[in-house]
Structure formats: structure tokens, C-alpha cells
């Protein structure tokens, strides 16, 4: 697919789920809450065969969010891609200082900094990053060529063997990974879906009752699929 087709339609799809943000709370890993993560599609575990010992979530999408709301001390990390511009917002009630490699940003309540692509910010692998009044999660910066994805190209009309028309467990089985549902966006009965784990995966979004007989009614392909 063109690239001018493909940022058309990534316009379009951004467009329906844009200032939706989701809350993260897995107790069960220990997590606080007062963190809450968005991304054009929401969050999913990364492989323990990427991140071993490590309970992360991948962001996902070209411009996913990192939102801070509360003091608390969060016990997680997120995985982001090297093409990632990572929005960082503070929804809290005071303004917020990140201790930002490029140096000290100063955030206003309600307002946000953006990385640009973070890979020509932050060194591969885990990255502690001070912020003040809130706790900033570990983000762990994935190498290209540790995706589940990589070297699977996008094509005209499809990605890799992928192609719109195919249910989500077709295209899972297709690829030898797992499609994840990870968000309904406006429209009956339409999802958004992702390669499990992986912030380099392709947008697919689907129509049906969201299991993997959900049909693929676009693939929208970033970073270096695109």
C-alpha cells in the first residue's frame, strides 16, 4: 500500500480514537496505580522470549502516550520502537519536571512533551528516567531487529502474508504470532488488533465480535513496515 495511502488512512483511524487514554492496573504484577498509558491501540505483554524477567506492556502506533497523573511509585516498565514519538503527558495536579536525556523538561498540568523518534533519544534496553512529583516507568527502548516482526515486509495489499478479508486467527496462523484485540474504536463492532507484545506492529482493524473470527478490514503499517 502507498505510503501516502497508509498516512491518510492512519489520519483517519487516529482521528476516531484520538484523547482516549487507558488505565493500567495490574495488581497481580505489583503495579500502582497513578499511571495510565495510551496508544493507538492499547497495550498488550511483551514475550517473556524479548523481555525475560521483565513484566512490561508495548505501546503500539506511531504517537502512543505515556500519562502521569498521581504520585505513586509504579513497579513496571513499557516497551517502545525505535520510530516512536512518545507523548508525555501530566495529568496530575501539579506541574511535573522529567530529567529528559536531552535535557530537563518542565510540564504544565494538562500539557505534554513529545520525544520525537525515541531511538535517537534513548539507549537500547531499559531506561530509568527521573520525574518529579510523579514516578516515571522504566521504558525500554526495543532494537528493530528483536521484533517479532522484523523482516516481515508491508505490501500493496497486505502485510506479509496477511490481507484484508482474512479473521484474525487466519492472519495469526498466517504469521506464526499471535493477534491480540486490544481496543474497540467507534463503529459497530470494530477493534483494533495488534501483533502481540510488539510496539513495531502493524495497525489491523477488524470488524465482529472481537475473538478471532473478527474480519481484517485494514491494515495500517508503521515504522519500518511502512
Not at 22 to 39: D, M, N, P, Q, T
Not at 114 to 129: K, R, Y
Not at 166 to 175: C, F, Y
Request: aromatic content about 6%; charged content about 20%; hydrophobic content about 40%.
Amino acid at each position: 500500500m502507498s505510503g501516502a495511502g497508509a498516512s491518510t488512512r492512519l489520519l483517519r483511524l487516529r482521528s476516531l480514537i484520538i484523547g482516549v487514554t487507558f488505565l493500567v492496573v495490574l495488581a497481580a504484577a505489583g503495579i500502582a496505580v497513578g499511571v495510565s498509558l495510551r496508544s493507538d491501540e492499547q497495550h498488550v505483554a511483551a514475550p517473556a522470549s524479548i523481555l525475560p524477567d521483565h513484566d512490561c506492556v508495548a505501546l503500539t502506533g506511531p504517537e502512543p502516550w505515556i500519562t502521569l497523573y498521581a504520585n505513586s511509585e509504579p513497579h513496571y516498565c513499557v516497551v517502545v520502537a525505535e520510530f516512536q514519538n512518545i507523548q508525555m503527558w501530566n495529568k496530575g495536579m501539579k506541574p511535573m519536571t522529567v530529567d529528559w536525556p536531552d535535557g530537563e523538561r518542565q510540564v504544565a498540568v494538562d500539557d505534554h512533551f513529545d520525544t520525537g523518534p525515541i531511538g535517537g533519544v534513548l539507549q537500547v534496553g531499559p531506561n530509568e528516567i527521573a520525574a518529579e512529583p510523579f514516578v516515571m516507568p522504566t521504558i525500554w527502548l526495543l532494537s528493530e531487529s528483536l521484533s517479532p516482526t522484523s523482516g516481515i515486509e508491508g505490501t500493496d495489499d497486505g502485510f506479509g502474508p496477511v490481507r484484508v478479508g482474512m479473521t484474525l486467527d487466519e492472519a495469526s496462523a498466517e504469521l506464526g504470532l499471535r493477534l491480540k484485540k486490544v481496543e474497540p474504536v467507534p463503529g459497530p463492532n470494530r477493534w483494533i488488533a495488534a501483533v502481540h507484545g510488539d510496539p513495531y506492529s502493524p495497525t489491523f482493524l477488524a470488524k465482529g465480535s472481537g475473538d478471532g473470527t473478527s474480519v481484517i478490514v485494514e491494515i495500517l503499517l508503521h515504522g519500518p513496515h511502512r
